[in-house]
């Protein structure tokens, strides 16, 4: 049922449409999170409209082979903002990506006094 090439999308497909049960989606999910060294406290969801990726707050959607997440807001031009609309090509990367972006936005807001991040 469920290749090792497209294990994800298969695992979040198999859930989505009741072949899974909840506990033996968990149970798969947290055996390629350990493979993969992924953290922990990324979960997955379905419902009708989609299947998604939660970590940190943030709700990604898998949308082809990518996952799809709105990380706030950003300046355009002529004063205008607009939506900041990320992608990530594996949950590895969207991890990442969340995990900087918090980063990133706790040091502006630490009062450095720069818009700039320098580790």
Do not use: P
Not at 71 to 79: D, L
Not at 85 to 104: M, N
């Amino acid at each position: 049922m469920i290749t090792e090439t497209d294990f994800l999308r298969s695992l979040f497909e198999a859930y989505a449409e009741g072949k899974l049960t909840r506990n033996a989606f968990e149970s798969y999910f947290s055996e390629w999170q350990k493979r993969h060294g992924v953290n922990f406290d990324c979960k997955g969801s379905a419902d009708s409209k989609g299947v998604y990726v939660h970590y940190r707050g943030k709700k990604a959607t898998i949308q082809g082979n990518l996952l799809v997440w709105c990380a706030g807001i950003k300046a355009a031009r002529f004063g205008r903002r607009q939506l900041d609309w990320q992608s990530a090509k594996s949950v590895f990367e969207f991890r990442r990506k969340v995990d900087f972006a918090l980063l990133k936005e706790k040091l502006w807001k630490g009062g450095c006094g720069c818009r700039e991040l320098t580790l």
